[in-house]
């Protein structure tokens, strides 16, 4: 095992799902508990992710008793806002993150911004783990703390289990309605065409130690190319800018999370990529190379110079809104795009279109802030501006507005 923990990197893991799922309780839960600082399998919160050792991993998993070894040094969870992780994997396969997990409340099902979720896996074609949230809600649950699942549901009355067994089927019918088969990952004999379910309670932590397994195991048994070290910097990307303190590293392996400072990462683009140019590369090619991104996206624009205005939060969730606008049953078309808060530019922007297209005149603004002085233009200008955090309902919204408009 020391030597293939030598070859594989630690695999990068996304939380998505929708508000109130419970994300943030999960990580909380799964960070928090009983390592101290300096013994061995310390957890470090990075910056904007967490580490997990192995050995921690191991040490928490121990009940499952599994056989496999654990060949990757840990794992990466990156746990900034859920759109922002996750459209940052990209388009193009060469993505942040190896796998992410959906988190669903097995009390609520799914939900619209849970099938955004899905859609975007399912665009990117990236695997997924569904993590059945907040088991403990089930009523009458009794708490048994840190345990497998399985052993959990044992302890569990015969009307618990059967909650729990309607509510699953429920949500398998649900994932089905949306294209996906799912099945409780212990039962699940074809891992990869069926997606695993993992029940969780983030509150007491059971099934916690089945998600840390399975996300291990499935990563190491399936990616391993993908997880093999090289000394190149691979898969870099900008999550987000951020004041603060910094750390000094002497050397850097993957997969971390840093903080780095130089002059003019003002201009940094969340979403795309980071280069190095070692001693044999040309600057200029480098250049090129990084500007790549920005093309691809660019080349998406209407050539005719008529459409809406696009805005959103990272290089990746831009890219997402375009490929979805551009699809056969939308066919909206884009005359300018940026990234981050709509600012006064934006608006300025978008009312060229005033003059020759007036339902053009507006932005579809995802997942980003409209700033008061570019909401304040858009009145006087006449811009309107959709704002939400789910794709599709920016389309309903200026669907219902051309309608308007036309009548
Ligand atoms: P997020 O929006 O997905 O990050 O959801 P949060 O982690 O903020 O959780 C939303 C609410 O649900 C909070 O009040 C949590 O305390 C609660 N919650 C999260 N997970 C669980 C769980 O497993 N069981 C119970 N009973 N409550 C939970």
């Known amino acids: 095992p020391k030597q ?21 309780k999960l990580l909380d839960f799964v960070r928090g508990t009983n390592v101290q600082e300096g013994e061995a399998g310390f957890i470090t919160q990075q910056i904007g992710a967490t580490y997990f ?34 459209t940052n994997l990209r388009s193009r396969g060469s993505g942040l993150c ?8 097995i009390m609520e099902g ?12 399912k665009m990117r074609n990236t695997k997924f783990i569904v993590v059945l949230n907040k088991v403990d809600r089930l009523y009458g649950w009794k708490m048994c703390r840190n345990a497998p699942i399985v052993k959990a549901l044992k302890q569990q009355s015969k009307d618990v289990q059967n909650q729990f067994n309607m509510k699953l089927i429920q949500i398998i019918t649900q994932f089905k309605e949306q294209g996906f088969n799912t099945e409780l990952y212990y039962k699940n004999k074809e891992m990869g065409e069926i997606f695993s379910i993992v029940p969780t309670s983030a509150v007491s932590g059971e ?9 291990v195991q499935w990563t190491q048994k399936t990616m391993v190319e993908k997880l093999t070290f090289s000394n190149e910097v691979q898969v870099c990307f900008v999550l987000l800018s951020c004041l603060g303190t910094y750390l000094h590293h002497k050397e850097i392996k993957a ?4 903080k780095i400072t130089a002059q003019g990462l003002e201009h940094a683009i969340a979403g795309t990529g980071l280069y190095v ?23 998406r624009i209407d050539k005719t110079g008529e459409g809406v205005y696009v805005q959103a939060s990272t290089l990746g969730s831009l890219e997402a809104l375009l490929e979805f606008l551009k699809s056969p049953d939308v066919k909206i078309p884009v005359s300018g795009i940026g990234i ?24 579809l603004a995802f997942d980003v802030k409209v700033t008061p002085e570019a909401h304040e233009l858009s009145k006087e200008l006449g811009v309107k501006i959709f704002i939400d955090d789910v794709i599709y309902h920016l389309f309903d919204q200026f669907k219902i507005y051309i309608c308007n408009l036309k009548e």
Do not use: W, Y
């Not at 293939?4 to 943030?24: F, N, Q, W, Y």
């Not at 799914?110 to 896996?121: A, G, V």
């Not at 981050?340 to 507006?362: I, N, R």
């Open 53 to 86: 050792p192995a050995e921690n991993i191991r040490e928490r998993t121990k009940e499952l008793k599994a056989d496999a070894k654990l060949k990757v040094p840990g794992l990466l969870v990156i746990d900034t806002s859920s759109h922002e992780s996750f």
């Open 255 to 258: 997969a971390q999370g840093i």
């Open 340 to 363: 981050g808060p709509v600012h006064k530019k934006d608006v300025m922007k978008a009312s060229v279109m005033l003059e020759k297209k007036k339902e053009f005149a507006t932005i």
């Open 110 to 121: 799914l939900k619209p911004q849970t099938i955004e979720s899905l859609n975007l896996l």
């Open 207 to 215: 099934g916690i130690p089945d998600l840390l397994l399975l996300l």
């Open 277 to 299: 140019v070692g001693p044999d590369d040309d600057v200029e090619d480098v250049k090129e190379a990084a500007m790549e991104d920005m093309k691809s996206v660019m080349n």
């Open 4 to 24: 293939a923990e030598e070859i594989l990197r630690s695999p990068i893991c996304c939380i998505m799902g929708h508000v109130d799922a419970g994300k943030t």
């Open 98 to 105: 190896d796998i992410a997990i959906l988190v669903v409340d």
